[in-house]
């Protein structure tokens, strides 16, 4: 989406050694990667930017993109946030939206989001920039594809506060509202799901211990599954209400466990700092 992010994650591949092409017509992609592998060799990560300022040639992206297409393997990420966000980030960068036409800014965000729809149901990995700055994005790029490895599942795990919204780049979704909440607790309610107190007494309720297990056992069982279908990101979101306590404890429970599987998990806590 225009004002996710496309520059700052394309700097970002760029600094950890992608041969980075921004605003391609995606019928040039086979072209490009051609050039790559004769110039610098077919170990050369290559990034594509492309959106919709390529006008027609937009929609032939998923048939440029199709398994085998490029001759590697293409991992296709998509990101978005909310209308209100963009708007905001627009007009501060005084851009017009390619879209819009003579109508205003939100005119060409929901054009835009109509033409995406289905590009956004085939990315491998969604990212969410609405509560991002700049630097937490880098690191989102950069935890994500710094490292050359052998392709296996990586799992965001996400802690976050119902009141503050649910997180739409979301896969799989846990309420711990089930559970007591430490907040009514005052030696508790100033400390948050990273302090042995608060954890100790979360991951010691009635449930808690069964319901991560579970959690767990779900998630490691999906693995090789979304492997075989060719993805390799997964997003799992653990509410509670303020994304302080009892989110952010399973969250890094999870996060361990799967370790513990040999699975790549990363924790992010959305909300944490907020009240």
């Not at 009635?206 to 959690?215: K, L, M, S, T, Y």
């Not at 779900?218 to 509410?239: E, N, S």
Request: aromatic content about 6%; overall charge negative; hydrophobic content about 40%.
């Amino acid at each position: 989406m225009t004002g996710a992010g496309r520059s700052t994650a394309a700097k970002e591949l760029e600094d950890l050694g992608y041969f980075v092409v921004d605003n391609l017509p995606p019928g040039l992609i086979k072209d490009v990667i051609r050039l790559v592998d004769d110039s610098r060799g077919a170990d050369t990560p290559v990034a594509v930017v492309t959106d919709v300022r390529s006008g027609a040639f937009f929609d032939s992206l998923a048939e440029h993109l199709a398994h085998g297409a490029t001759g590697r393997h293409a991992t296709l990420v998509f990101l978005e946030a909310t209308d209100e966000v963009l708007v905001r980030r627009q007009e501060a960068a005084r851009r017009p939206h390619p879209l819009q036409g003579d109508g205003r800014l939100l005119d060409g965000l929901q054009r835009e989001r109509e033409v995406l729809a289905g590009l956004r149901g085939d990315a491998d990995l969604v990212i969410d920039t609405t509560s991002l700055n700049v630097h937490q994005l880098t690191d989102r790029i950069a935890s994500e594809f710094g490292t050359p490895e052998k392709v296996r599942l990586k799992v965001s795990v996400v802690s976050f506060g119902f009141k503050y919204g649910i997180p739409v780049d979301t896969d799989y979704l846990a309420d711990m509202r089930f559970l007591p909440n430490p907040h009514w607790i005052p030696d508790l309610r100033p400390r948050t799901g990273l302090d042995p107190e608060v954890a100790d007494y979360v991951l010691r309720q009635d449930g808690a211990e069964e319901f991560v297990r579970r959690w767990v056992d779900l998630i490691a069982g999906v693995a090789d599954g979304y492997l075989r279908q060719g993805k390799r990101f997964a997003q799992v979101a653990v509410g509670c209400t303020g994304g302080k306590h009892r989110s952010v404890t399973v969250t890094e429970e999870v996060v361990r466990r799967l370790g513990e599987r040999g699975i790549e998990a990363r924790a992010y806590h959305r909300d944490l700092g907020r009240e």
